[in-house]
C-alpha cells in the first residue's frame, strides 16, 4: 500500500518538473527580433510555439519561439488560424540562456502590420490574467 501511495506522488510531481520558469530558460539580457516565414504554429498546451525560418547570412536558420499558453493567446486575440505556413511574421523576445535557435516570443508582428502579444511571462511582460489593475495616481 505504502508503495502504491509512493508511485502516486511521484507520477504526480513529473508535470511540475516539466514546466519551467522565464528565468530558468531564457535571459531578459538578450533580446532578439526575428525576420521570418512561418514555418509551423503549434497550439498546443502548456506553451504554444511558433516555428519560424530565418534568413542568416550562412543559409536558413530555424528558430522555436515559445508564447503563451492558447488560452492567453485566445484573451490576446489570437486564433489557431491567426499564423500559417508561409506568413511573414517579426517575433520579438528572449533568447535561450543555450545559445540555442529558441526564444520565448513578447510581440509578434504579422505582415499586415498588426502586432501581438504573444504571453511572454518575461520582462516587462503585461500583468497575467487576473491581476488588479494599477492603482490610480493620487491627486
Given at each position: 500500500m505504502l508503495s502504491v501511495a509512493a508511485a502516486g506522488?511521484?507520477?504526480a510531481v513529473f508535470p511540475a518538473l516539466a514546466h519551467h520558469s522565464f528565468a530558468a530558460e531564457y535571459d531578459a539580457n538578450r533580446p532578439v527580433t526575428l525576420n521570418g516565414v512561418v514555418k509551423k504554429f503549434d497550439w498546443v498546451n502548456p506553451h504554444s510555439w511558433i516555428i519560424i525560418d530565418v534568413q542568416e547570412?550562412?543559409?536558413i536558420a530555424t528558430w522555436?519561439?515559445?508564447?503563451?499558453a492558447p488560452s492567453i493567446l485566445r484573451?490576446?486575440?489570437w486564433k489557431p488560424s491567426t499564423l500559417k505556413p508561409g506568413d511573414e511574421v517579426t517575433v520579438s523576445g528572449y533568447g535561450a540562456k543555450d545559445g540555442s535557435h529558441t526564444m520565448n516570443a513578447r510581440v509578434v508582428k504579422t505582415a499586415d502590420g498588426r502586432q501581438i502579444?504573444?504571453?511572454?511571462?518575461?520582462?516587462?511582460?503585461?500583468?497575467?490574467?487576473?491581476?488588479p489593475p494599477?492603482?490610480?495616481e493620487a491627486k
Amino acid at each position: 500500500m505504502l508503495s502504491v501511495a509512493a508511485a502516486g506522488c511521484l507520477l504526480a510531481v513529473f508535470p511540475a518538473l516539466a514546466h519551467h520558469s522565464f528565468a530558468a530558460e531564457y535571459d531578459a539580457n538578450r533580446p532578439v527580433t526575428l525576420n521570418g516565414v512561418v514555418k509551423k504554429f503549434d497550439w498546443v498546451n502548456p506553451h504554444s510555439w511558433i516555428i519560424i525560418d530565418v534568413q542568416e547570412a550562412n543559409g536558413i536558420a530555424t528558430w522555436e519561439c515559445e508564447t503563451g499558453a492558447p488560452s492567453i493567446l485566445r484573451r490576446r486575440g489570437w486564433k489557431p488560424s491567426t499564423l500559417k505556413p508561409g506568413d511573414e511574421v517579426t517575433v520579438s523576445g528572449y533568447g535561450a540562456k543555450d545559445g540555442s535557435h529558441t526564444m520565448n516570443a513578447r510581440v509578434v508582428k504579422t505582415a499586415d502590420g498588426r502586432q501581438i502579444l504573444a504571453g511572454s511571462a518575461g520582462p516587462g511582460a503585461p500583468p497575467g490574467e487576473g491581476a488588479p489593475p494599477d492603482k490610480p495616481e493620487a491627486k
